[in-house]
């Protein structure tokens, strides 16, 4: 019979715990041996300098051990209660800890106790003072009823910080971890093979829990929690590789080669040259195309930069090799603005197009989907619509999701699931003689992701680490810059003076803001009741239209078309144009309570205005609440580099709200910091990816634990199911 995992032993089995004791870490959320072993500090401070207290001086954090000499409760004049307990350590100096308000306090010591006081000294008529002093149990714990004493706990030296919970004391706290390491930790198996261990020079498991609860210094203390850190990562990036090999071996993809005739007929139909970063994807994409394992790429862009051109490329290598080709957004603005630019493009050419939107007849629709299944369409644009039950494809080679960063590695894999058995030829009826054996290698399409939405290095390699990335920073030469201001509201009248101005010359502008309607809780503007003052008040010589997302998409295809018509020369809009807008002559941009948009918000809809040979303008309002509001707002005004701005968004909001982690499939890491670990990060990636080339099933029985966790972890979640 297998010994049970002792990371997975009840809490209640450690000696004399009381049920009270179990319930102050039930609401940390600590249950097993597990739990609480790897309830980590979240920091530690320093208390090495130990000192006698004839030795101590008014400058720094200083300890003190010594033995309770005196202990008195006390009202004071002012109605505030005073603790004072004294300590000695050589029968004449004394120091005065001392607590404010904290009457409970005096129940925590006894006479005789001997502590250690960590604090700032102060010399108060004739002995040293500490208030508030951090203080630790040398001789063992405060017994609770029915508990046995513990032993001490340690000597001053490095002291961890918690997460702790109101009544739950710290020196509490590291006495069931002495108690959980003392009977447990022995018995923990490392996870890390000897190899890695070896390679990085990581302490055992063991070692290393004790140095991070029970640190002698504190880069003892930092090397354990590496330890681990770098073990979630690598458990997380093994993941990752096992999942990107299952997908490169579910099938053969179609051959799709780039011949120089195939590339001069395509390049032929830009009106312009493709920049050298456009050059460098286009060339990395060729690459995977042309082999017979499905493509798994990223292509992100900065905003401006050309994504969509390469895109184009991609998609009529397909079509010139007889395949079809799919284009998917997630809405029909986008979805219409990308069927509009392949018309441009295509104008002259023969290949067959399709936009397939809700907008349809019944018959149209019938028509189109006979159409897509006989193989009589090329190339097929559309949004989520595209993977329902009645879509098929004759011989589906490419398939590209834009602006997918709002889609994680676990909906990508059951998007991917529904590529492989949907977009086929229908099984019910065999296909054409003609097409039956191609049919048969066509095995699973490509799979390009696109976004314009700068992702930071360390989020790409998570959330999208099991593709390839490529990246466009270059933007199209011409490309005039945008001048940013951040404007007081005192000023709007002359702001609104400018824009007045720019529409007379014949531009246009957008007025965003960031509610559809008016709130009872929150000052803040709203797009329906702006448009209506606006369009009543100072901009009534004008034509002001109205767009947000609660809109139909037909009435919001309607208001863009207008728009893009010059038939409306200001449109009063939500943050539903940061994606998928692209009118060249709107180069006026207001941005209304910009205090409530991240910072790549704001340098999407940034974007929209520096799409023309005109220089944009972009007006922020905003009344930050905070440092950290007007700290972004200044990163926001020095740079208009989004890949700079990304990286700068997610330091400030952390990583889980700048990319929301959880919806993604991934779930939080409990230890890993993207952002302060970023260097652990790149290691474990390497050192995964090389383990699953050697090993990959990861079969070996030195793996065989890390097998194991990566399964429990993200088994599910990545459709890891040949490995397990």
Same mark, same amino acid.
């Given at each position: ?5 002792? #990371? ?16 102050? =870490?039930?609401?940390?959320? #600590?249950? /097993? ?19 006698? %207290? ?179 990562? #690598? %458990? =997380? ?19 799709? $080669? ?103 007849? @019944? ?15 090329? #190339? ?77 290095? $360390? ?10 990335? @490529?990246? %466009? ?10 001048? /940013?201001?951040?404007?007081?509201? @005192? ?82 809009? /939500? @943050?539903? %144009? ?6 060249? +002559? ?18 999407? &809809? ?48 952390? /990583? ?14 409990? &230890?890993? +910091? ?51």
């Amino acid at each position: 019979m297998a010994e049970t995992n002792p #990371l997975h032993i009840a809490l209640d089995t450690l000696p004399s715990i009381s049920a009270a004791r179990l319930e102050l =870490l039930e609401r940390l959320g #600590l249950r /097993t041996v597990g739990d609480l072993l790897f309830h980590f500090p979240r920091a530690y401070e320093d208390l090495t300098d130990v000192r006698s %207290i004839a030795a101590l001086s008014a400058d720094g954090i200083q300890t003190v051990q010594g033995e309770v000499v005196e202990i008195e409760g006390r009202s004071l004049s002012d109605g505030r209660t005073v603790v004072s307990v004294v300590l000695s350590d050589d029968g004449k100096n004394c120091l005065e800890g001392m607590w404010f308000n904290q009457s409970y306090a005096a129940k925590r010591f006894r006479y005789g106790q001997r502590l250690s006081f960590s604090g700032k000294p102060k010399w108060y008529r004739d002995h040293w003072q500490m208030n508030n002093p951090r203080v630790q149990i040398l001789d063992g714990d405060a017994v609770p009823t029915g508990e046995a004493p513990a032993p001490p706990v340690s000597t001053p030296g490095v002291v961890p910080i918690y997460p702790l919970t109101e009544d739950l004391r710290p020196e509490q706290l590291r006495s069931l971890l002495r108690k959980a390491l003392d009977q447990y930790a022995s018995r923990l198996v490392d996870m890390l093979p000897a190899g890695l261990r070896q390679k990085h020079d990581w302490p055992t498991s063991d070692r290393a829990l004790r140095d991070v609860h029970f640190p002698l210094t504190q880069s003892a203390a930092m090397r354990g929690r590496r330890r681990f850190v770098y073990e979630e990562f #690598l %458990i =997380l990036q093994l993941a990752l590789a096992l999942r990107r090999r299952e997908v490169r071996g579910e099938g053969r993809a179609p051959v799709l $080669t780039t011949t120089p005739a195939i590339d001069a007929r395509i390049r032929r139909l830009f009106p312009f040259r493709l920049t050298a970063d456009q050059d460098r994807a286009v060339a990395e994409i060729c690459r995977d195309l042309a082999a017979d394992k499905p493509m798994q790429r990223l292509l992100q862009a900065d905003v401006g930069a050309g994504k969509t051109a390469v895109a184009v490329y991609a998609l009529l290598v397909t079509v010139a090799n007889k395949h079809q080709a799919a284009l998917m957004a997630p809405t029909e603005v986008l979805a219409r603005q990308h069927a509009r630019t392949l018309d441009r493009y295509l104008a002259h050419s023969r290949v067959r197009r399709l936009l397939l939107t809700g907008a349809l007849t @019944s018959a149209e629709r019938r028509d189109a989907l006979a159409a897509l299944a006989a193989g009589d369409i090329d #190339l097929v644009v559309g949004t989520q619509a595209l993977v329902q039950e009645d879509v098929r494809f004759a011989r589906l080679g490419l398939v590209i999701i834009d602006e997918q960063h709002k889609f994680g590695v676990h909906q990508r894999a059951r998007f991917r699931r529904r590529h492989n058995s949907e977009f086929q030829v229908p099984s019910a009826e065999p296909p054409p003689p003609q097409l039956r054996t191609q049919n048969s290698e066509l095995g699973t399409p490509h799979y390009l992701v696109m976004t314009a939405t700068p992702i930071p290095r $360390t989020v790409a390699l998570t959330v999208f680490g099991d593709l390839d990335v @490529s990246i %466009i920073r270059q933007l199209p030469p011409g490309r005039q810059p945008v001048a /940013t201001r951040w404007e007081p509201a @005192s000023q709007r009248q002359r702001v609104y003076a400018r824009l007045r101005e720019g529409m007379a010359q014949g531009r246009q502008g957008y007025i965003v803001c960031p509610l559809v309607e008016e709130s009872a809780t929150l000052d803040v503007k709203a797009a329906t009741q702006t448009h209506v003052e606006l369009r009543d008040g100072p901009f009534r010589e004008f034509r002001v239209g109205l767009l947000h997302g609660r809109q139909d998409e037909e009435a919001k295809a309607a208001v863009m078309d207008r728009f893009r018509k010059h038939e409306l020369d200001l449109l009063v809009c /939500t @943050s539903v %144009i940061e994606v998928g807008v692209d009118v060249p +002559n709107a180069t006026l941009l207001v941005i209304e309570h910009a205090e409530r948009f991240g910072l790549s918000q704001l340098h999407q &809809l940034r974007g929209r205005v520096c799409r023309g040979p005109v220089a944009g303008e972009c007006v922020l309002f905003a009344e930050p609440p905070n440092d950290d509001g007007r700290q972004r707002l200044r990163a926001f005004l020095r740079t208009t580099d989004g890949f700079a701005l990304a990286e700068e968004d997610m330091k400030l909001r952390g /990583t889980g709200e700048f990319f929301g982690a959880r919806q993604h499939g991934l779930g939080e890491l409990r &230890l890993g +910091n993207l952002i302060a670990d970023a260097d652990l990060l790149r290691l474990a990636r390497k050192d995964a990816f090389a383990l699953v080339a050697e090993d990959a099933g990861l079969r070996r029985p030195e793996h065989a634990l890390l097998r194991a966790a990566v399964l429990e972890r993200y088994g599910k979640t990545l459709d890891l199911a040949e490995i397990g």
